[in-house]
């Protein structure tokens, strides 16, 4: 073999083929579609416990207003207002959940036995409800 055939073939054989490079484009875009089948339950259920935590900071906000003005507020408006005996108890951006939606305010409580009213939100693609009392 002389120098001159060997250079040629090394020369060829230098890069990748299409069909090689088609193997490994298939093969990232299959992992891929495996990452983001499990990632995506992930981030649903992130941002569940987003939502939990912002239910419960509205309740400690609530629990601050009943404390300044020995009645609980009207509405969740009301933990955003300034007033002579306190507030605001919260940023308006606090009052929405991470889907973008108001929490809803029940001044009742019929999920905490009356004891405080309910702060809840529904997460949208599993229609759980989230709110400020413990497991039912």
């Not at 992930?42 to 003005?69: I, N, P, R, T, W």
């Not at 609980?72 to 005996?85: A, H, T």
């Amino acid at each position: 073999m002389t120098l001159r055939t060997h250079l040629s073939r090394q020369a060829r054989r230098s890069a990748f083929t299409l069909m090689e490079m088609l193997i490994v484009v298939a093969i990232i875009v299959a992992l891929a579609g495996i990452g983001v089948v499990y990632i995506i339950p992930q981030f649903q259920k992130s941002q569940e416990g987003v939502a939990k935590a912002g239910a419960m900071a509205l309740d400690q906000a609530s629990q601050m207003y009943f404390k300044d003005h020995n009645h609980w507020p009207q509405s969740l408006n009301d933990l955003i207002q300034k007033d002579e005996n306190g507030g605001p108890y919260v940023q308006p951006d606090a009052l929405n959940d991470p889907w973008g939606q108001q929490y809803r305010y029940d001044p009742n409580g019929a999920n905490n036995a009356g004891m405080k009213p309910d702060i809840s939100t529904t997460a949208p693609g599993t229609q759980k409800v989230i709110g400020n009392w413990g497991k039912k």
